[in-house]
């Protein structure tokens, strides 16, 4: 299995709706991601697990709180958003503990729009 | 700052055609990473290069790498209309103390191959 999945594919919420989204990899990579791109801008790290700790979190708003239950899983949980906070979530892996060296293996991304 | 600067922002050819993307970055890296995205879609990686590398080939693709002025190209060649898609590069450098490297991603250059 070489790929990262993502789920919902899309999803609509309202500001005050609590929701999560999920990413599995089984790859046996020891670093995962969560991306925020916007249309027509590059990807924008969010926050960098590292062996299933968090180490690199780039000043996101509490509103987005992360969760790494296991090697192989990412939550994203979401509550109180803004509709500014609407885009491509995407999700990646990579091989290394190194967080960002080397390859990384991106999901399909969920559509996140808040209204 | 952005670490990744590419031009152009936008690039139309014919297929069979070359196209010739640049990117430009500003401090120190460990490596330079090419991805793909086609609309709306995950990203997909294309070729790494490390800083001590120059040159680097795979398939129709060939990257080359120039640390002294902090810049590198993507070359692919014989373009096919699937090639068409946005290009970003994307550097890596030491985020804290030599661990959790940070993969930051350019502005990325649009491609579109017209059949």
């Known amino acids: 299995d070489t790929e990262v999945t993502q789920t919902p594919k899309h999803l609509v919420m309202g500001m005050t709706n609590k929701k999560s989204l999920k990413c599995e990899q089984h790859?046996?990579?020891?670093?995962m991601y969560w991306y925020k791109q916007k249309a027509k801008k590059p990807p924008e790290l969010m926050f960098v697990?590292?062996?299933?700790?968090?180490?690199i979190n780039e000043s996101v708003p509490s509103r987005f709180s992360p969760e790494c239950p296991n090697s192989s899983l990412l939550n994203l949980h979401l509550h109180a958003l803004q509709p500014e906070d609407s885009a491509l979530y995407l999700c990646?892996?990579?091989?290394?503990?190194?967080?960002?060296?080397?390859?990384?293996?991106f999901g399909p991304g969920t559509r996140l729009t808040v209204l | 700052s952005q670490q990744g600067e590419e031009d152009p922002q936008a690039l139309s050819i014919q297929e069979g055609e070359n196209a010739t993307m640049n990117c430009s970055y500003k401090?120190?890296?460990?490596?330079l990473q090419w991805y793909r995205q086609n609309s709306g879609r995950g990203l997909v990686h294309l070729i790494l290069?490390?800083?001590?590398?120059r040159e680097k080939h795979s398939g129709r693709l060939r990257v080359t790498l120039d640390t002294s002025k902090k810049s590198s190209s993507l070359l692919i060649t014989a373009s096919r209309a699937a090639d068409t898609a946005s290009y970003f590069c994307?550097?890596?450098?030491?985020?804290?103390?030599?661990?959790?490297?940070?993969?930051?991603f350019g502005k990325g250059t649009l491609l579109t191959v017209n059949p």
């Open positions: 990646a892996s990579s091989r290394s503990g190194l967080a960002g060296a080397g390859e990384q293996f």
């Open positions: 790859m046996g990579h020891r670093a």
């Open positions: 697990y590292s062996y299933e700790k968090l180490s």
């Open positions: 401090t120190s890296i460990n490596n």
């Open positions: 290069i490390r800083s001590n590398e």
């Open positions: 994307a550097t890596d450098r030491d985020n804290s103390g030599g661990s959790n490297y940070k993969l930051t």
